[in-house]
């Protein structure tokens, strides 16, 4: 059997969360510098332009790109072969509180939906868990602000509403949004699944590479199609015009039930941060 | 051009200005968002003194992240204003007469907006870094309590806003 370490844990979450608030990925930025170059809106070429020169001032003064730091999102794909002698939750917790507490970053999350009182270090975290076959643990985080969450959406559809029925709703959904999500925008759409399935499609499906298409020859034409449609609706950067609404679309899609046809949008703004890390499992010796 | 403005900005420059138009604002603005919002619409609805005197201000909508030891300020873009929605007539009612957000507003704050002839300013969102070198002071003044949703009192230099909402309801959003 194999196992990671708790400090190891803690650590790689906690540097991963630091990391992402003030670095921004190298793809994302040369998304930004040929979006720019391409953009002919007048206003919507200069915010792109200062959302590049943002993730400098960033990364060289050590400012975070956004002052919403989010939610702690945390998918985690877990080795078969590894186990943990530890609460692994609270080790993650643990992580995410130094990266918030060290990091200077915001912390925005409140104990209860109505008594809004502040838990001062940004957990709990919001954790999936999924088995890999092997002894890794690949962690994949992203501060998720508020602002795009917020206008994300779900709805059941009738089968027989079909493509066309995703693609409006898509439009609708980035249409209602408008600058309030902060385009441009990276758009998950999960299909697919039932109610609660299709909203963690929606969210993985914004935590894949910036510049992978779907495997799937049906998701891959959707994403095509979408991007070109959502990019016809002149939101433009922050929403006042232009050709840069969304830098990318990505459709994750999964089996369903007979009846329904379940769309999920979930919406990332500009200040797109994630990370991925792979941890090894280290060999510990079994005594049975 | 962009246009300059110093705080406080009086009643005839406030009405020169027009949706569309760029703005550097140097002066004194203060920071609100939901939480704080809330607490200064409950104490005018109380009748009690609010931690400063609205009248005649500038409210951002900013929840910056903290400081390091040698920074004024964190990260401090500006937050969605829809939220706000609800509370901004009744501070507009009591004398603020500019507010800085992001994304659009409703129509019955357009409504207020122009009764009391206020201004509605955006900042590009997601420009934290960026908007933070203009902030040269940042006090902490009122509600700790609300932590990242306090009431700061910043001093800015050529902080850069757009005119969104104009004193005559004049919009740049379709």
Known sequence: MYTVERNEIINTIKDMFIDSAYNLNNKLVNKFERAEKLETNKLGKSILRKIIENQVIAKTENIPLCQDTGVAVIFLEIGRQLIFSYDLEKAINTGVRKAYMDGYLRKSIVQHPLNRINTLDNTPAIIHYNYIPGKNLNIHIAPKGGGSENMSRLKMLSPSEGEEGIINFVLETIKLAGGKACPPLIVGVGIGGNFEKVALLAKQAIFRKINDSSKSLIDRNLEEKLLKKINQLDIGPMGLGGLTTALAVKVNSYPCHIASLPVAVNLQCHSARKKEVTLVGKKINNSN | MEKKLTTPINDSTRETLIAGQEVLISGYIYTARDAAHKLLVDAINKKEKTPFDIKDQIVYYVGPTPARPNQV??????????????????????????????????????????????????????????????????????????????????????????????????????
Do not use: Q, W
Request: net charge positive; aromatic share 6%.
């Open chain 2, 73 to 174: 300020i964190g990260a401090c873009g500006p937050t969605s204003s829809y939220r706000m929605d609800k509370f901004s007539p009744t501070l507009m009612e009591n004398g603020l007469k500019i507010m800085i957000g992001k994304g659009p507003r409703s129509d019955a704050f357009t409504k207020s907006l122009v009764e009391n002839e206020a201004v509605y300013l955006i900042a590009i969102g997601g420009l934290g870094a960026k908007l933070s070198k203009t902030v040269i002071e940042n006090t902490k003044i009122a509600y700790n309590h609300l932590e990242s949703e306090a009431i700061h009192r910043l001093k800015v230099i050529n902080f850069p806003a757009i005119v969104a909402i104009d004193s005559k309801g004049n919009s740049i959003f379709k």
